[in-house]
């Protein structure tokens, strides 16, 4: 059964969405690097690269990434074989990520639970169905101009939160996919892949609605789906950092599309 654009926005819990967009002008959260490069897009303390200064949990027991393979069927096969984090102790399958190969999109949740560890997809439970109706609201979907990975490809037993060791581990595969990809906008989901990525610590509630950097991508960030599901209230909040997106997305493919444009 396909449900109709107003029938997935009530699914989500999210009120009118006109008014929310109209009430976020572009240009004041996120200015395009492309229209304005004088401008910084956020703190200095927020875009400098990590330092690299965490260790494996594992405590060079077992071998670590050393450089992640330079083409998507050696990366998978990498990934499948992957025992640089303890965390390939207890999975079913490591489960590299899911969708377009070529997407606009990424989207980076936390690591898999245990119906992703089953199936070897991304978002495949509860939070996932989150996930679809989400990318639906904004006409998209998982395998059409969408990617979808994790922090740690691993499922954290009992789905605990990824320690920083392991998230350090596996981030030459995140790194790696995001290289490949070429996304035109990276969407963390949660904490964990804000620091992933990001390399910061800070609440969710003080980054959203700033356009952050990953080498030259910008980069929104917003919760995690299965806190949404716990957290109904803060669906509308997720929305209107979808919307972010979508403009900081749209500015940068018409100014991609349009160089003659005047600014
Ligand atoms: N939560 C995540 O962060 N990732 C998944 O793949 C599933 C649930
Ligand atoms: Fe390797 Fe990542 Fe799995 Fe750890 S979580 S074993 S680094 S693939």
Redesign the pocket.
């Known amino acids: 059964m396909s449900l109709s654009r107003e029938q997935m926005l009530v699914e989500m819990g999210l009120g009118p969405i006109w008014r929310v967009r109209d009430q976020v002008p572009p240009s004041e959260f996120c200015p395009a690097p492309a229209l304005e490069p004088e401008m910084p897009l956020v703190p200095a303390s927020l875009t400098k690269q990590d330092v690299r200064t965490e260790q494996p949990s594992s405590e060079g027991q077992l071998p670590s ?1 050393a450089l992640a393979a330079p083409n998507w069927p050696d990366l998978a096969k990498q ?1 499948a074989e ?4 303890s ?2 102790q207890q ?1 079913k399958q ?1 489960v590299l990520g899911v969708g377009d190969r070529q997407a606009d999109w990424l989207f980076v949740g936390e690591g898999p639970g245990a119906e992703e560890d089953v199936q070897g997809e991304p978002f495949v439970g509860q939070a996932g169905k989150l996930l679809d109706n989400m990318l639906a609201a904004l006409d998209l979907k998982r395998d059409n101009k969408v990617y979808i990975a994790n922090a ?3 499922r954290p037993p009992g789905n605990r939160t990824p320690e920083a060791a ?1 998230m350090a ?2 981030r030459p ?1 995140l790194e790696r996919q995001i290289a490949l990809i070429k996304p035109k906008i990276i969407v963390l989901l949660g904490k964990a892949a804000v620091h992933s990525v990001l390399h910061e610590d800070k609440t969710l509630a003080s980054m959203r609605g700033h356009c952050f950097d990953y080498q030259g991508i910008p980069v929104v960030v917003t919760y995690h789906p299965a806190y949404l599901l716990r957290n109904l209230p803060d669906k509308a909040k997720a929305w209107e950092d979808l919307l972010l997106a979508r403009r900081i997305l749209r500015q940068k493919v018409t100014v991609a599309t349009n160089p003659d444009l005047p600014f």
């Open positions: 990434v990934v992957c025992r640089a984090c965390l390939c999975r490591a740690v490809k691993c392991e581990a596996c595969y």
